[in-house]
Structure formats: structure tokens, C-alpha cells
């Protein structure tokens, strides 16, 4: 697929918007992207349209994968697209087993070598990840872990809006 | 007897029928969750809910499962023998207890084989709406698989049972889905297995955001099926609702006892509950049981409440004829339905193609084959609306237009609307409850097949 099941870009009232929309200058030209997808056996969709919406919100361009996307889908997806970020979000209770799965998958392509990848949402069927479980997602290769705790939506946010190399003027 | 037939003849006493989503993996325990539902004080229907890898078509990891022991979600019916569903249901599964196999596939021909072969005749789903909201199976496959899964369940003729479906379209993605397009995908896919050969079928609606909204929805439902279908033998079936449920106990049991006063206005004939673990976990056979008789004594106290010559008139004159014409839901419903029968001759291609060009277009489905035009909203009065009809065959206007902008806080807040709206009495009277209260985090759609 070609981002055809991605949502057209809402525009935000400005007093709602969370981030820094429309104060790219001429230093942020281009948009940058980011893939938001569900994990192989999940599917579940509105944790990932709540998310598109976030990250869209935050300035971004993003392409939405949906649910069920088998581990060679999303890789062949990440090989194309060379994103700036990588979003797994799962919350059947199997995303730990399919995030230690893919990450490795995606970590063996050279050039997403250094792209931030994190995983969020349900990932056990027993509410927040353990310290080891966490530890072990992010030897991985997982940048971060937004587990099933309460502040979890806003240090994803935290951690998106802040993506490295971004242009100066597009911080908050 | 066919299953619709059942259906009825259940009801005429109890006011409505009511139903479980239920499944084990143990033969044993699936039996018991079966007795415990014939046995519940209410007229009830059984469920043997599928398990998820069966509903995926991956008859390799049940094996998998069933032989290293891991637990699987619901009933894998196409995997185990066919006497041991036999056994399952012997003695328990008749015409005063029918029961139905529920699923969740875009691939429903081993499940279809296997619940014939093993007596039954009544399930349901559709090529639409088991397809869309869930994976990534294309629409054209699930048509054509959908084409393959009404031939096998109408072998079930042979064993001389009548083979029943019912469209699972009146939920697709189970909230913030404008009540129009969940009568026209109902509508269309009752059609479908209509012209596949399905003369017993029910069609579905699932509960949403304002009550006045969702009667004008049944009865749309009803007149349409009256108009498109009139020699089937088609009943209304009511879903709980099924977007993100109350997490209180009380806010659980209002929200059902609502459910069940729309069954009950609207002379629907069957109801699908949802119990208070909904919120947290799959429930279990006793908490099934209890939304079961809570929905049940709802249902006849209701009924007796209402009045005498009403009623009368109501049960004489069968509950079809009621005069309600489904109203502005009635309106848009018929536009989308009108619009797909004129794509095509052939309904399955007919469904393809309008999906293709945005005449069907489920808002915030990720569907690679859904266009993804289409947003909703809830307004100030609780009626879900369009906030852009994308390219849906309706009439300028329908849409509030550019002023609305869906923002992330905003879906959330609407994905909450209902569960917040019957938890908050509860919550107010506990202040202990509330400050323990988490913050939501990413939703989730309990409605989903596991």
C-alpha cells in the first residue's frame, strides 16, 4: 500500500493545537515523516488514529499503516519511506512478542540504523511492563517504551516533539 | 425450526431475547458456558465465539496451541473434531435454544464446514464488515471468500436446517460512526447473502450516542429491509454498545438497561449484551449470566409497564408495523443503499466498487481499501453527524463542513463521550474512585474480535 488508508491532514483549530503547527519557517521546507503501525497480530485501530492525529498535531507528515501489518510489510515500508520516526503501538497484549520480533527486523537494515524507533501501548496482558520486560524491548533496539502507565501519552509526546536534527524554529 | 423462526417464537413471551459473547478453547468449559446461558432466568440465545487465530485463518497455530497447551481465546470449531462440538451441544442446543457461532473472519468457509458438519446452521458477519474495521484482507478477496462461506452454510439445507446470517454491519469500527452508514452496510450485506441464497437472516445495529438518534436508526433498519427485502425472513438484532464501556458498575448496568429500552421501543428481537468486566477484561460464564437476567428483567418490566392496548395492538400487529419512518437516519440510509445498487448488478462487485470510489467510506477506518474522506463527530446534542461526507452520495449540507476540525483531544474526548457520560454518577458520589482514575492513554475497541 501507498499510504492510501492514511488520514488527510486535519487542521487544528490553532487553540488546540499542541504543537508547534504552522511556525515552519524556511529552514523546515521539508515536512518530515513518520510511520505510525500496528503490529502484526493486532487489530486494533483507534490507538493508531488517535496517534496519527498526535504526531500530525506535532508537525509532522505521517503515514499510517494500520493494523495487522505483517513484519515485511512495515520493513519494506521503513526501507521506502527512510522515516524520521518509527511508531509501534499495540494493545491486544501481544505487542512485547511482535516488538522484540520486528525491532530486530527493522535494526538489521542499515539505514534505519540510527531512525528512532519506540513501542507503545498494551504490550503484556498484565498492565504496566516490569523493568526487566522494558529493558529487554529496549536492548532490542528500541529508543523508548511508552508501556501502559498514566503519563504515557505525554512523554511520547515529550519524546516526538523533540526528534533530533529538527530545525530550531519548529521546537516548542 | 430456522433460527429467525426460534428468535421470535422466544421472544413473543419475554419481550426480547438476549445473548452472550462467549468462548473457551476446553470443550468441557465451552459446555458448561453454554448450560449456563440456557439456564439463565431470561429467554436466551447461546454463542460459541471463535478464537482468533481460527478467525485469521491460521489453522496451524491452533494446532500449535492445542498441543503445547497455550490457551487460546474462543471455541477453534474448525479445528477440533466434529464430534466433539457435537458433544458440546448435545442435549443443549435445540429449537428452544438455538445457538450461534460468532467469529469475526474475512475467510469464513472452514468455519462455516465446520459448524455444519457439526449440526448448526446460524452465524454471522459479512464481507464488509469483517473485513474493513480489522485487518488488511482486501475487500475483493473477502467478497469472494464471503460468496464461498454462503455456499458451505447452505449445506446445512441437506441436514434439512435452515441456514441463518446475520450482518455484523451495524458496528464496523463500534463508535463515532453516523447510524446512516451502519443501516446501509447492514442493509446491503443481509442483501448480499440474500442473493446468495440466505433466506433466514437478521440485520444489526449497534448502540451510540443519543437515544432518539439510535430508535430513528432501528426503524430505519426495518423500513429498508421491509422495502429491499420482503420475502426474506430477516429479524433486528441490537448490539450493546460496543465503543470504549464504562468502567463503574453502575455506569455498566445503565448503559445496558438503555440498550435494552431501544430493543424493546423499537421491537427489535434480539439483543447482544455487555457485562461489567467489559471495560477490563473477556468476561466470565457468571458475569455473562448476570448481564444476561439483569437485561432480561429489564426487558419484561418494560414491556409490563407499557400500556395495555398499546401493547396489544403492538403484538397483534407484529412489531414491523409500528409508524416510525426512521427519519433523517431513514434518509441518508436509503440515498447510500440506492447509490451502491446502482454501481452494479452484482452486489459483491457492486460493494467493491463503491468502496473504490468513496460511495461507502467508514470514518477513521485504516482500511487500505477504504478512502479515508469521511470524519464524524458528536454534536451538542449527542447525535453523531458527519463532519465531512468525503465523496458519499449524499446531499450538500449533510456535513457541518470546514468549521469543524477533529483534533486528537477532540477524537479522544468523543471516543469517551458515552463511557464518561454513564460513569459520572458513580464517580461523583465516590471522589476516591475518580482521583484513581488513570488517564485514559491510547484507546482501545473492546468490540474487536480478540
Given at each position: 500500500m501507498t499510504g492510501s488508508g492514511s488520514l488527510p491532514t486535519p487542521h487544528p483549530d490553532p487553540a488546540d493545537a499542541v504543537g508547534p503547527v504552522?511556525?515552519?519557517?524556511?529552514?523546515?521546507?521539508?515536512?518530515?515523516?513518520?510511520?505510525?503501525?500496528?503490529?502484526a497480530s493486532d487489530s486494533h485501530t483507534w490507538n493508531l488514529i488517535y496517534l496519527q492525529m498526535l504526531v500530525e498535531e506535532l508537525g509532522y507528515d505521517v503515514v499510517n499503516l494500520g493494523a495487522c501489518v505483517p513484519d515485511d510489510l512495515l520493513v519494506r515500508e521503513c526501507q521506502a519511506r527512510r522515516p524520521d520516526l518509527v511508531v509501534l503501538s499495540s494493545v491486544n497484549g501481544h505487542g512485547y512478542q511482535d516488538g522484540l520480533r520486528v525491532v530486530e527486523k527493522l535494526r538489521a537494515i542499515p539505514a534505519l540504523g540510527e531512525t528512532p524507533i519506540v513501542i507503545g501501548g498494551k504490550l503484556g496482558v498484565r498492565g504496566a511492563e516490569s523493568q526487566e520486560r522494558v529493558g529487554r524491548l529496549l536492548a532490542a533496539g528500541f529508543d523508548a517504551v511508552f508501556d501502559d502507565r498514566a503519563d504515557a501519552v505525554v512523554a511520547f509526546r515529550g519524546f516526538a516533539a523533540v526528534l533530533p536534527g529538527r530545525a530550531v524554529g519548529g521546537l516548542l | 425450526m430456522g433460527f429467525s423462526d426460534a428468535v421470535r417464537r422466544l421472544g413473543s413471551g419475554a419481550g426480547l431475547v438476549v445473548q452472550p459473547r462467549m468462548g473457551f478453547e476446553d470443550p468441557a468449559r465451552m459446555r458448561a458456558g453454554l448450560a449456563a446461558t440456557r439456564a439463565a432466568a431470561a429467554a436466551t440465545v447461546g454463542t460459541l465465539t471463535v478464537d482468533s487465530f481460527t478467525r485469521l485463518g491460521d489453522l496451524e497455530s491452533v494446532r500449535n496451541a492445542l498441543a503445547e497447551g497455550t490457551e487460546l481465546n474462543g471455541y477453534p470449531i474448525a479445528s477440533h473434531p466434529a464430534e466433539t462440538t457435537r458433544a458440546i451441544l448435545d442435549g443443549l442446543a435445540s429449537d428452544d435454544f438455538p445457538v450461534q457461532v460468532r467469529h469475526g473472519s474475512a475467510q469464513p468457509q472452514p468455519i462455516f464446514q465446520a459448524l455444519v458438519a457439526a449440526g448448526l446452521h446460524a452465524s454471522e458477519g459479512g464481507p464488509v464488515s469483517y473485513c474493513l474495521p480489522y485487518g488488511r484482507t482486501p475487500l475483493d478477496e473477502s467478497v469472494r471468500n464471503w460468496r464461498a462461506g454462503c455456499h458451505e452454510l447452505l449445506r446445512a439445507q441437506d441436514l434439512g436446517a435452515e441456514?441463518?446470517?446475520?450482518?455484523f454491519g451495524g458496528c464496523l469500527l463500534g463508535q463515532l460512526c453516523p447510524p446512516s452508514l451502519l443501516v446501509a452496510v447492514s442493509v446491503l450485506?443481509?442483501?448480499?447473502?440474500?442473493?446468495?441464497?440466505i433466506r433466514s437472516l437478521s440485520v444489526s445495529y449497534a448502540q451510540q450516542t443519543n437515544m432518539a438518534q439510535d430508535r430513528e436508526a432501528v426503524h430505519a433498519l426495518r423500513r429498508l429491509c421491509a422495502e429491499l427485502l420482503p420475502d426474506a425472513d430477516c429479524h433486528i438484532v441490537v448490539y450493546t454498545y460496543m465503543g470504549l464501556y464504562p468502567r463503574t458498575p453502575g455506569g455498566a448496568r445503565r448503559l445496558l438497561a438503555r440498550a435494552v429500552e431501544l430493543a424493546v421501543d423499537t421491537g427489535a428481537e434480539r439483543l447482544i449484551v455487555k457485562t461489567e468486566a467489559e471495560a477490563y477484561r473477556i468476561p466470565t460464564v457468571e458475569e455473562n449470566v448476570a448481564a444476561l437476567e439483569f437485561a432480561g428483567a429489564?426487558?419484561?418490566?418494560?414491556?409490563?409497564?407499557r400500556d395495555g392496548a398499546a401493547l396489544a395492538t403492538h403484538l397483534e400487529a407484529g412489531p414491523g408495523t409500528r409508524a416510525t419512518d426512521g427519519g433523517e437516519v431513514y434518509a441518508e440510509a436509503a440515498q447510500l443503499v440506492h447509490a451502491v445498487l446502482d454501481c452494479d448488478a452484482d452486489l459483491g462487485r457492486a460493494l467493491s466498487a463503491a468502496f473504490k470510489r468513496g460511495l461507502l467510506d467508514v470514518p477513521y477506518c485504516l482500511h487500505p481499501d477504504n478512502a479515508g474522506r469521511t470524519r464524524s463527530f458528536i454534536d451538542t446534542d449527542g447525535r453523531l453527524r458527519w463532519a465531512d461526507t468525503g465523496d458519499l452520495p449524499l446531499p450538500p449540507g449533510t456535513a457541518a463542513g470546514g468549521r469543524r476540525s477533529v483534533t486528537s483531544a477532540a477524537l479522544m474526548s468523543a471516543l469517551s463521550y458515552v463511557r464518561d457520560a454513564y460513569d459520572r454518577p458513580d464517580l461523583a458520589s465516590e471522589p476516591a474512585l475518580r482521583l484513581a482514575e488513570p488517564d485514559p492513554g491510547p484507546p482501545t475497541l473492546e468490540g474487536a474480535p480478540r
Open positions: 504552522g511556525t515552519a519557517g524556511p529552514a523546515e521546507a521539508v515536512r518530515r515523516t513518520v510511520i505510525v503501525s500496528g503490529v | 441456514p441463518h446470517l446475520e450482518s450485506e443481509a442483501m448480499f447473502f440474500h442473493g446468495e441464497g429489564v426487558a419484561r418490566s418494560l414491556t409490563d409497564r
